[in-house]
């Protein structure tokens, strides 16, 4: 089979997609600036150090390969402002090495809410409409691991924070996974935009709740609303997809196999 590149196939979803392509068939490379930790390695895969940022390492990266899934992540300061252009950096070189196609993952509704790290994601989007090799941009929902470590991190502080007007569209890394992957294989020509949520619509309360139940959590749920227009983008759900359901793992699903993973770490 043929070499697909994870650009940030260390990170949370680049890990999981590198997990998914190989068990596809794919011979599988990942992208970062380090290395992974040897407990955190996925044996077939193989890891090179590159910087999208910088362009460093890039070419080398790209060498023989067929198809680049981009899982990059910027959050802040210098890395934040330089993302779009790290995203054009790596289409760059792909395009160079005789890349067939690219898949990015973006955020739902990214383009309904005016904050510095969603326009980031906007502009790494607009990059890869404008592109010349064929690209398509996979939008997804909220992360459950993301939505887990917000909980765990209040409930160190003995509360659980919620924007009380989000309802969300969680979904598991694995289907994120599978969304990226089945883009990658999907024929190429010209910008795709898709989008792919968990298989729920869900108030950010009763995914507090879920939480409380699943962990036995008796910290409280502490409501911050989200005042102005991003309060009432949010109640009016704006940040929602109705037709983009696509994965089947829900929040109380995830946090079972979480608890199991962690009864038996070697699991
Ligand atoms: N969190 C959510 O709920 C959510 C929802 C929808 C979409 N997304 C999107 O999904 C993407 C992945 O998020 P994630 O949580 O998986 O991120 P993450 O865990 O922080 O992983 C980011 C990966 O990118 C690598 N990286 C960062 N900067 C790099 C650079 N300049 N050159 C090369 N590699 C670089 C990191 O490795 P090094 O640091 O070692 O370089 C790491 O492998 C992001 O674009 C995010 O916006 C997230």
Redesign the pocket.
Same mark, same amino acid.
């Given at each position: 089979m043929a070499l697909l590149l994870v =650009? *940030?196939?260390? *990170?949370?979803? *680049?890990r999981a997609t590198a997990r998914e392509a190989l068990g596809r068939g794919w011979q599988v490379r990942s992208?970062?600036?380090?290395l992974p930790a040897p407990t955190r390695v996925l044996d077939g895969v193989e890891y090179v150090r =590159?910087? =999208?940022?910088s362009g460093s390492g890039l070419a080398a990266a790209l060498d023989g390969v067929e198809v680049v899934i981009d899982?990059?992540?910027?959050r802040r300061g210098r =890395?934040l402002r330089g993302y779009p252009l790290?995203g054009r950096r790596l289409l760059d070189a792909a395009r160079g090495s005789g890349v067939d196609r690219a898949v990015s &993952?973006?955020?739902?509704a990214c383009d309904q809410f005016p904050l510095r790290y969603y326009r980031s994601?906007v502009a790494k989007e607009q990059v890869y409409a404008a592109h010349a090799l064929p690209t398509t941009v996979v939008r997804?929902?909220?992360?459950h691991d &993301?939505l887990g470590s917000l909980f765990e991190r209040g409930e160190r502080f003995g509360f659980l924070p919620i924007l009380p007007q989000a309802r969300l569209q969680p979904i598991d890394l694995s289907d994120v996974a599978r969304a990226l992957v089945d883009a990658a294989q999907a024929p190429a020509g010209g910008f795709l935009l898709t989008a792919a949520c968990g298989p729920e619509v869900r108030s950010m309360r009763s995914l507090a709740g879920a939480w409380r139940t699943a962990t036995g959590s008796t910290a409280r749920v502490v409501d911050l609303p989200v005042p102005g227009r991003i309060g009432r983008s949010l109640a009016e759900g704006r940040n929602l997809m109705a037709d983009a359901a696509f994965g089947t793992v829900t929040f109380e699903q995830w946090l079972a196999r979480r608890a199991i993973a962690r009864a038996d770490p070697r699991g």
């Open positions: =650009a *940030g196939g260390t *990170g949370a979803a *680049g992208l970062s600036r380090t =590159a910087d =999208a940022a899982t990059l992540e910027a =890395a790290a &993952v973006s955020i739902m994601k997804c929902g909220q992360f &993301v």
